[in-house]
């Protein structure tokens, strides 16, 4: 993956008979998950459907901090989110051929993770999983994905190390986009508005399907540098108009965006993005800012008591 040529390609986009071995083999399996530890999951999840719609309220030992009505609003949220995601496609909606793939995907994780649990996005995130692997390697490939540095940081709502990211994103804002970057902040418009979003569904809900695929390839390849890369692609696609707006339409905007984005004007704008900023690639920016914020926290006694 690492040749020139393959490295085209890719950026190109992956053919989608081969999209889903690809991304599984870019993503990896560090967590060393099993077809069996998924199945054992799923049974667990199952029986505690069917506790929750009996009326039961039995706690297990290891889920013996997360209260039965924690563990059922849950499980109500995976069915409220379930029908929300991509609705216009019809097929993970109660009575569609993937509905019972992307329930027992996000019901297996509850139980996997029980300390990070169902958060809204997931869903997305999971289903777009689903169209390109079957229901055990698109778990696998969901628990791995979820728990790189980046995700985990969002879905488990580390403020500190969120404002790290934003942070980060910033820097290389400046850098490559320094007009739109001073009218951002002249309206006060902070990168959680648009970002988080984005980076929760990894592009899922925001771009069309097809195009958020492409995201994902180059994601896959590349890891979280490529998210807030495409960020700044889109910003720099749209600045002519961003920087007529004022606050509100910005917001708007950039929390629904065009939905006839053209897919290679969007790569062409991303491939215009440098990631380096004074010599330091993304990497070492987030290192150095995580560095300054932990210093920063042992430094003031506030913080400290």
């Known amino acids: 993956w690492c040749s020139r040529k393959v490295r085209d390609l890719w950026w190109q986009g992956i053919p989608p008979s081969v999209r889903g071995k690809v991304w599984s083999l870019a993503i990896g399996n560090e967590l060393n998950i099993t077809h069996e530890l998924f199945d054992i999951c799923l049974a667990r999840a199952k029986e505690r459907w069917r506790s929750l719609s009996t009326g039961g309220s039995e706690v297990e030992s290891e889920d013996a901090g997360l209260s039965a009505a924690d563990r059922e609003a849950s499980l109500e949220l995976i069915k409220l989110d379930i029908s929300r995601t991509f609705p216009n496609l019809c097929i993970f909606q109660q009575g569609g051929p ?10 297996a994780y509850t139980c996997y993770r029980p300390d990070v649990g ?10 777009v999983l689903i169209l390109n692997l079957d229901t055990a390697d698109a778990f696998i490939a969901f628990s791995n994905l979820l728990n790189k540095p980046c995700q985990m940081a969002f879905f488990r709502v580390d403020h500190g190390l969120m404002l790290t990211y934003f942070a980060a994103f910033e820097v290389f804002f400046e850098e490559n986009l320094p007009k ?4 951002f902040k002249k309206n006060n418009l902070t990168p959680d508005i648009y970002l988080i979003d984005w980076i929760f569904t990894l592009y899922s809900k925001s771009l069309p399907l097809d195009l958020a695929c492409r995201i994902w390839d180059v994601f896959c390849r590349d890891g979280e540098e490529f998210l ?3 960020a700044l692609g889109i910003l720099k696609l749209f600045e002519d108009i961003l920087t007529k707006m004022d606050f ?3 917001a708007q905007f950039l929390t629904r965006l065009p939905e006839d984005l053209p897919a290679e004007e969007l790569f062409a704008s991303i491939a215009t993005i440098q990631m380096q900023s004074r010599n330091k690639k993304w990497a070492q920016v987030l290192t150095a800012l995580q560095k300054d914020s932990r210093e920063m926290e042992k430094g003031s006694p506030s913080l400290r008591h």
């Open 180 to 183: 739109l970057f001073a009218h």
């Open 248 to 250: 509100i339409h910005m």
């Open 228 to 230: 807030f890369r495409t």
């Open 118 to 127: 169902y958060v809204q996005g997931m869903s997305f995130i999971a289903a």
């Open 98 to 107: 993937y509905h019972d793939m992307l329930h027992s995907i996000l019901g």
